[in-house]
């Protein structure tokens, strides 16, 4: 079932979105590349950081959704609309955030996507790993019930593995592999901060695939519940959230 993307949604909370990226890619080891691909860049915002690390290479941002694309406005990146499952190019540098998670088959992928990057150069890449936390799970539960289930039933929903699953496949491959987990506590303020940030990403299927007419109950309830997982303190609210990162060097 397809679903698009809200770009001035998902920049909600783009600091927190964005410090994964930053911890990522400062991992990275790679001197003067020619060529940096980011495979599912979104609005660009982040994308503009690999231009910033590296202003020798030719930059390209890659996303399926051409209103992700459209909103990506920095000159010295060429954007593009295009599937990552189907992308024939090659890299010095190949990063992928947050993006991975939204293609089941996604470790199947990584022997054609290591071989697309240059020998020597670097594959590194940023997934959820907080499927289990009550954010995905309420969904999930609600999404199951009447009269909600027959229209939410085929949606995309992300899922991901654990770091040692990736660090095996990518060793299998010939890489050196540098693997690790990191559960940020973001803080959040606003009204139903926990809604507004899921409703950017992982609970976004769910909510387009509802009729007009049901959609509002469903969202009434999410936010209930949500709520009474994620109290609110005189800080704000918690969000663990939980970031699988793999950086990869290619075999030169």
Not at 10 to 30: C, M, Q
Not at 93 to 99: E, I
Not at 174 to 185: I, M
Request: net charge negative; proline share 8%.
């Amino acid at each position: 079932m397809s679903h698009t993307w809200d770009p001035a949604r998902y920049l909600t909370y783009a600091d927190e979105r964005g410090r994964p990226f930053v911890d990522l890619i400062s991992r990275i080891d790679a001197g003067g590349p020619r060529s940096v691909v980011d495979l599912g860049c979104g609005p660009g915002n982040l994308t503009s950081l690999l231009a910033d690390r590296w202003p020798g290479a030719a930059v390209v941002g890659l996303d399926s959704s051409p209103d992700m694309i459209a909103a990506a406005t920095d000159a010295r990146i060429s954007f593009e609309v295009a599937d990552l499952r189907s992308w024939t190019g090659s890299a010095d540098v190949l990063v992928s955030n947050a993006t991975l998670q939204w293609i089941p088959e996604h470790l199947e992928l990584l022997p054609r996507l290591v071989a697309q990057v240059t020998p020597g150069g670097w594959f590194a890449f940023q997934v959820p790993g907080n499927f289990g936390e009550p954010s995905h799970v309420i969904r999930t539960e609600l999404a199951a019930e009447a009269p909600y289930a027959v229209h939410t039933e085929g949606v995309a929903v992300p899922s991901s593995h654990d770091p040692a699953v990736y660090l095996e496949a990518l060793v299998a491959l010939g890489c050196t592999v540098d693997a690790w987990e990191t559960t940020y506590l973001h803080v959040l303020t606003g009204q139903d901060p926990v809604f507004t940030w899921v409703s950017g990403t992982g609970a976004r299927p769910t909510l387009q695939a509802l009729p007009d007419d049901l959609r509002p109950e469903f969202e009434a309830e999410f936010k209930r519940r949500l709520a009474t997982a994620y109290p609110e303190h005189e800080h704000g609210v918690v969000l663990p959230f939980r970031r699988i990162f793999v950086v990869a060097r290619v075999a030169a």
